[in-house]
């Protein structure tokens, strides 16, 4: 279940920076991480800590509630 719901807020994290029509790229730079780590955020292969969380949600501009709304990701 935990697994499932990683793999939720990744797909919410992807779909919310394609909104906003941002690059992998850009998010990596912003983050000081190399593309090929923030693509590893994207696919649920690595695991990030709540700060990482906060990082991402004040870059994409939303609440870290909306990256946590495993329903969202389901209906997406």
Known sequence: MLNYRAKAVA???RSKR???NY???YLAAKLNISQNAYSK???G???ITVE???QIADILET???ELLNVEKAEAA
């Open 18 to 20: 394609i909104e906003l």
């Open 11 to 13: 797909a919410n994290i």
């Open 41 to 43: 955020i994207e696919l």
């Open 23 to 25: 690059t992998q790229e």
């Open 63 to 65: 609440e870290i509630v």
């Open 52 to 54: 990482r969380l906060f």
């Open 45 to 47: 292969y690595t695991k």
